[in-house]
């Protein structure tokens, strides 16, 4: 049985990053000031997650729930938006699009047909399960805007002559549309080939250790596991879709201008 952590815990777990420093130090790598700002910042926010999913679940109310998961997938798309650095018009609402779309598509599954929770909102449930699913399809969403504009960039000559010769917006970009919604689902397929047998991951982890069956906790990271490559191959198929609606004019002609 794992005894309670305290605060005073977690500020002795500090000294583990010695090692980091140690060897930012030694090898003149200069992330000292990065690493202390990132430990600074984890321990502030993990903190207060402690609390306000404290609140959350003593609240115990679906609209509760259903607000956190709004806002975890609005800062989702917005902190995908921030890791593209070329400008699309309605980005982050393109983006809030394709992890919403995800998110109801997958979660209902997970959460009704697999988990069963007693009540179905049951915050200790859907909120972690949520969030997991969010973090993922930000991640996917993108990789797979980066990916687009980037592919649109180095096709535009295959692009502008294929619409010279007739073919569509859609037809014209396929290439490049596949190619975004392949390298955002590269990670996820890659995790499943290899979960359970380089690492123990993240839920099985968790739920070990709090005591759970070693068999229960592998049964829940195969659902999270299947539950993130379908989202993420849904978030990368609708943001890729629509962000590339945004590359055409009205005329389905290519809009250069967002590609530099």
């Not at 060897?23 to 990065?34: A, I, K, Q, V, Y």
């Not at 993108?142 to 649109?152: F, N, P, T, V, Y």
């Not at 070990?208 to 596991?225: E, H, M, N």
């Not at 005329?251 to 201008?257: A, C, D, M, P, T």
Request: aromatic share 6%; net charge positive.
């Amino acid at each position: 049985m794992f005894r309670e952590l305290t605060p005073l815990d977690c500020l002795l777990a500090t000294t583990i990053l010695g090692y980091a420093f140690a060897l930012s130090w030694h090898g003149g790598l200069g992330l000292g000031r990065t690493i202390a700002w990132g430990a600074a910042r984890a321990f502030v926010q993990l903190t207060a997650l402690g609390f306000a999913l404290r609140l959350i679940i003593d609240a115990n109310s679906p609209w509760i729930v259903l607000l956190v998961l709004l806002v975890m997938s609005l800062l989702a798309a917005d902190g995908a938006r921030r890791r593209v650095k070329r400008t699309v018009p309605w980005a982050r609402a393109l983006c809030f699009a394709g992890i919403a779309g995800a998110v109801l598509g997958v979660l209902p599954l997970v959460i009704f047909v697999v988990l069963r929770p007693d009540p179905w909102f049951a915050p200790q449930h859907v909120v972690p399960v949520g969030g997991l699913l969010i973090g993922s399809t930000m991640t996917g969403t993108s990789i797979a805007l980066d990916r687009l504009l980037s592919e649109a960039q180095a096709r535009r000559a295959q692009i502008e002559t294929a619409l010279a010769l007739g073919a569509t917006p859609r037809e014209a970009a396929r290439a490049a549309l596949s190619a975004a919604i392949q390298a955002a689902m590269i990670a996820p397929i890659n995790h499943l080939m290899i979960v359970g047998l380089i690492q123990i991951p993240g839920v099985t982890t968790g739920l070990l250790l709090a005591d759970q069956d070693p068999g229960t906790a592998s049964r829940y990271q195969l659902v999270i596991s299947y539950a993130i490559v379908s989202s993420v191959a849904i978030t990368a198929a609708i943001t890729a879709r629509l962000v590339m609606r945004e590359l055409f004019t009205a005329r389905g002609q290519l809009r250069v201008e967002l590609l530099e």
